[in-house]
């Protein structure tokens, strides 16, 4: 009996194991010489667990999660680009923005497209996502870094947020409230620093717009 119940959970892990391996991952990259960052990139599993760096080999990428309908809509846009199975670079003549990459990785399967600039529709769709993304994430370092190391700065990180969360620019609220909540209840900061982390993170939990 225990024998089979052994085989049974065995072939039920196995079987997880294969299903992850066959998961789609969304990847996203931009290298932009002389821009700062000069490279990010973004990864989103299905699950809806994603993770940034600004280096291939950086080693202190920072993980973060989307909610269920955020990660819905990213990948429903993959799929009517058609897997990137289909070019969408414009071919005009216009500045140079940065090399921008989309790819979908499906166990040893992938797909990618290149591009400078696109026209089509779904693409600066899923385009402006990966900047929510990338900006998202670099909000958290900076708010994170601020608290940790320059206090008389968290004022300024914290109206940032503030600011790009009123602009929709900022996806993965949830991730920011660890920090906002030590901020709000530490009175080593600033009395105005603390308000404003206490408003954002009710904002947060209930949808209530942060004060100005």
């Given amino acids: 009996m225990k024998w089979t119940l052994f085989l049974?959970?065995?072939?039920?892990?196995f079987a997880g194991i294969l299903l992850a391996q066959d998961a789609p991952r969304f990847f996203y990259s931009k290298s932009f010489p002389g821009s700062t960052p000069a490279y990010m990139q973004v990864t989103l599993e299905k699950t809806g667990d994603a993770e940034y760096k600004e280096a291939l080999d950086d080693e202190l990428a920072l993980k973060f999660k989307l909610t269920e309908a955020e990660t819905?809509?990213?990948?429903?846009?993959?799929?009517k680009l058609d897997n990137f199975k289909r070019p969408v670079e414009s071919g005009l003549k216009v500045a140079f923005m940065?090399?921008?990459?989309?790819?979908?990785?499906?166990?040893?399967?992938?797909?990618?497209?290149?591009?400078?600039?696109?026209?089509?529709?779904?693409?600066?769709l899923l385009w402006d996502w990966c900047e929510r993304l990338t900006e998202s994430a670099q909000h958290r370092i900076s708010l994170d870094r601020a608290a940790k190391y320059d206090k008389l700065g968290v004022f300024k990180a914290l109206n940032?947020?503030?600011?790009?969360?009123?602009?929709?620019?900022?996806?993965?609220?949830?991730?920011?409230?660890?920090?906002?909540?030590?901020?709000?209840?530490?009175?080593?900061?600033?009395h105005q620093a603390r308000t404003r982390a206490s408003e954002i993170a009710e904002f947060i939990r209930s949808g209530a717009p942060p004060a100005q």
């Fill in 160 to 190: 940032l947020l503030g600011s790009a969360i009123e602009r929709k620019r900022v996806v993965g609220l949830e991730q920011y409230l660890p920090t906002l909540d030590r901020i709000s209840k530490n009175e080593s900061y600033m």
């Fill in 98 to 124: 940065g090399t921008k990459t989309f790819r979908l990785e499906k166990g040893t399967e992938k797909t990618e497209i290149q591009f400078n600039y696109s026209e089509d529709a779904n693409a600066k």
């Fill in 8 to 13: 049974g959970f065995a072939g039920a892990l």
């Fill in 72 to 79: 819905g809509e990213v990948y429903s846009l993959v799929e």
